[in-house]
């Protein structure tokens, strides 16, 4: 069976790519054919081959199916600003029909494929759409990592909110302890508030595999 889930943050900078190439890895030990997608990125650098994220990187390392570069990362953009800032300084369009292509063509290589997002889940990715839009269309299930710190909790609860307004579902939740250890009783309120189930706590500078350790893979086949 085909699966696939898309990662959002309720910010950035809280552990998407981390957590993605963790969950990357726990499934390949599962036997899983896996492969990561970051469809746009911004902050790019400059390299022989073109553009390259840094976070699209970790992804492929992390992955155990070969992909071209432009499958994994379709838009990489060089501006380090919101992607719809970065795509018009650049002067493209960020198209989520080209998305969805690339994505089919990892999805015919992999059992399971992990997308990882930019930013929030509202972040603009054009004048019109966002990549709520771009998970609509792909019609995936949502992992919300939270970055346990002070105000996590209002920006947990308004990203649920928002994913069900979206008409996307929250599949699950992952608390990244980015700044040492939570703050007392934050995982326990967010434990009883959201209404999908915690994939894992992961502790403040794990290395992948570390996090890969920590994920509760039983909860994705709920």
């Given at each position: 069976?085909?699966?696939a ?5 309720t ?33 790019c ?33 060089a ?75 209002n ?28 703050p ?39």
């Open positions: 069976m085909q699966r889930w898309f990662v959002t943050g910010d950035t900078g809280v552990g998407k790519t981390l957590v993605s190439a963790a969950l990357l890895m726990a499934l390949a030990r599962t036997g899983r054919h896996v492969v990561g997608m970051k469809p746009v990125a911004s902050g650098n400059a390299t022989p081959p073109g553009l390259r994220s840094a976070d699209a990187e970790a992804l492929r390392v992390a992955g155990n199916v070969a992909a071209d570069y432009e499958d994994i990362n379709p838009y990489a953009l501006a380090p600003t919101a992607p719809h800032l970065a795509a018009e300084a650049a002067g493209v369009q960020i198209d989520i029909a080209a998305i969805r292509a690339h994505y089919a063509r990892l999805a015919a290589r992999a059992d399971d494929v992990v997308v990882e997002g930019i930013g929030g889940w509202l972040v603009p990715i054009n004048r019109t759409q966002t990549m709520a839009d771009v998970v609509r269309v792909l019609n995936l299930p949502v992992i919300l990592v939270v970055g346990m710190r002070l105000g996590c909790l920006h947990a609860l308004l990203t649920q909110r928002s994913i069900a307004a979206s008409g996307c579902r929250l599949m699950a939740w992952v608390a990244n302890e980015v700044d040492g250890d939570a007392e009783g934050y995982v326990e309120a967010l434990t009883d508030r959201l209404e999908s189930p915690c994939l894992g706590i992961i502790p403040a500078g794990p290395s992948v595999a570390m996090a890969a350790a920590r994920l509760d893979l039983c909860v994705l086949d709920r």
